[in-house]
């Protein structure tokens, strides 16, 4: 199987391309395809001629996308339009974000629930949705907190116990950390199943404040957590403060439990920390 994966350089391309070892995989970095430009895109796949598209390629980070909207839309609406219509037929899979949803609804969110963005990020994962919600070769998947990989969450309060012994983490953002290894494995199961709109995440919930939590006890970390409230950081894009996914689509359709976070959580730490 040829398979096209975009933002060659980020965490979840890196974790694709790990998992498909023994297929023919292009991996292609902002440099080798920018995806912005609607032209190279449509050359690039159609020299390619894939099987499979993993569109990967995003601006994740969230306070400089409400710095730079034009960027920010550019990469993660624009590029998604550009590469289904490049696609044909071609199943392609797009990634979105718990990001999208920010009425603080007290169930889990399902792939019915009307998104509600409330930052740049979020709007422009939307807006990509929207470019391509009617292609009928289009897996559009829905995830949150991934974790797997450097830079991540995890990373971040390991970086700041070795430097601090008090951290402080926000106690009222909610939502559901996922193992990146198992999105992934996810993704190519659902080839088997009919396009369309899935949330994909581990099972529970948790505030960032349990998860950091969870590290610490999990590693043994000498630091101690300090919960404080979002609004305490003076970030410059908001937060959805409840942003739980359901996966009971996915559930149902496969058959497939969702292990939960902290199953996932504590295989992760203690093969990469251990």
Not at 97 to 126: C, G, H, M, R
Not at 148 to 173: L, P, R, S
Request: hydrophobic share 40%.
């Amino acid at each position: 199987m040829r398979i096209v994966i975009t933002g060659a350089n980020g965490r979840l391309a890196k974790a694709f391309i790990r998992f498909l070892n023994g297929e023919t995989i292009y991996a292609l970095t902002k440099e080798e395809l920018d995806c912005t430009n609607r032209l190279d895109v449509i050359q690039t796949i159609n020299r390619l001629n894939p099987d499979l598209i993993l569109h990967c390629a995003a601006m994740t980070d969230v306070d400089a996308c409400e710095q730079d909207p034009m960027k920010a839309f550019s990469i993660n609406s624009l590029s998604v339009q550009y590469v289904a219509e490049a696609s044909g037929s071609c199943p392609l899979f797009i990634f979105s974000s718990d990001y999208i949803f920010s009425t603080n609804f007290e169930l889990p969110y399902t792939e019915l629930n009307q998104p509600s963005p409330s930052n740049v990020y979020a709007l422009s994962k939307w807006l990509a949705e929207e470019h391509v919600r009617y292609y009928p070769n289009v897996y559009i998947i829905r995830t949150s907190w991934l974790f797997g990989g450097h830079g991540d969450f995890i990373d971040k309060i390991i970086n700041k116990a070795e430097i601090n012994n008090e951290i402080a983490v926000v106690n009222d953002q909610i939502g559901t950390p996922t193992y990146i290894h198992d999105l992934v494995q996810w993704v190519w199961t659902l080839q088997a199943y009919p396009p369309g709109t899935y949330h994909l995440v581990n099972s529970g919930f948790c505030s960032r404040y349990e998860w950091a939590a969870e590290i610490i006890s999990t590693l043994t970390l000498n630091a101690k957590l300090k919960s404080i409230q979002t609004e305490k950081l003076l970030q410059i894009a908001m937060r959805p403060n409840r942003s739980v996914l359901s996966a009971e689509k996915f559930v149902r359709m496969t058959g497939q439990p969702m292990r939960s976070w902290k199953e996932a959580l504590k295989e992760y730490l203690l093969e990469t920390y251990r």
